[in-house]
């Protein structure tokens, strides 16, 4: 994520994943105020063994796209709520890259952090049974979670 403000959004991701048991790490990279950190990131994602980077941020939101510039992992984007905008800026930001390198970009807020993580758990779950079946439990559970009435 951009900045540790974002946290409050990204936990939700982070949750998420938590849920699936799929291990992942939470750091802070900033295009704007920690571009060297942001370089060094990326290129070193896939090398890592990283398989895919949710990447939160908002306003000139443009640290999905750029990381999406230095590597060949799936980047999902998540438009963090701005106070001046609601969003909107995040959200078209990420959402507007140019043909040729793409960032998977989810909903602004709360719903896109939860959905990054369950679309990367989707992603990872192509070549691993075990979380496949982890994801389709929690498909489960929420769909008999939801009442025939409201009340
Ligand atoms: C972006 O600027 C961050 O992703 C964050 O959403 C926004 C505001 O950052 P702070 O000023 O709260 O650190 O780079």
Known sequence: ???RSDWETMRHAAETLERLGVPHETRVVSA????DRLVAYAKAAAGRGLK???????????????????????VLGVPV???A????????????????????????????AI??????G???????PALAQRLEAWRTTQTDAVPDAPA
């Open 1 to 3: 994520m951009g900045s």
């Open 32 to 35: 704007h105020r920690t571009p």
């Open 52 to 74: 895919v980077i949710i990447a939160g941020a908002g306003g000139a939101a443009h640290l999905p796209g750029m990381a999406a510039s230095m590597t060949a992992l799936p």
């Open 81 to 83: 709520e701005s106070h």
């Open 85 to 112: 905008l609601k969003g909107m800026d995040s959200l078209l930001s990420i959402v507007q890259m140019p043909g040729g390198v793409p960032v998977g970009t989810l909903a602004i807020g709360k719903p896109g």
């Open 115 to 120: 959905n990054a993580g369950l679309l990367a």
């Open 122 to 128: 989707a992603i990872l779950a192509l070549s691993d």
